[in-house]
């Protein structure tokens, strides 16, 4: 069965850092582009970062310069580095992976994690 376990999370102040890690169990991770989201109270979720499969890395708009996303297809590992984080960062994060692998994620047919919450408050 496959799961995606999340961690690093937490509270955090303004111009701080976070680190989150997700781990990819039972799916071919190697072989698929990997995600991470974020969803914030009363708004649509939103492509924060991805890393296709060889770890080229694609970040959105909103937080490039800041975040970092990683990968590592021994430990079956997504990452994504935050730095000088924002109030308006704070949401739940989630990592995810296509049902199917490949190179497009599809948040119709996708695994998710439990998602993790990420709070930016001074």
């Known amino acids: 069965q496959v799961q995606l376990v999340e961690s690093g999370g937490g509270l955090v102040q303004p111009g701080g850092s976070l680190n989150l890690s997700c781990e990819a169990k039972?799916?071919?991770?190697?072989?698929?582009?990997a995600g991470w989201y974020r969803q914030a109270p009363g708004m649509q979720r939103e492509l924060v970062a991805q890393?296709?499969?060889?770890?080229?890395?694609t970040i959105a708009d909103s937080v490039k310069g800041r975040f970092t996303v990683s990968r590592d297809n021994v430990r079956n590992r997504i990452y994504l580095q935050m730095s000088n984080l924002k109030p308006e960062d704070t949401a739940v994060y989630y990592c995810?992976?296509?049902?199917?692998?490949?190179?497009?994620?599809?948040?119709?047919?996708?695994?998710w994690g439990q998602g993790t919450q990420v709070t930016v408050s001074a």
């Open positions: 995810s992976v296509p049902i199917e692998g490949g190179n497009v994620l599809n948040v119709n047919s996708a695994y």
């Open positions: 039972e799916f071919f991770f190697r072989y698929s582009v």
């Open positions: 890393t296709s499969r060889h770890g080229t890395p």
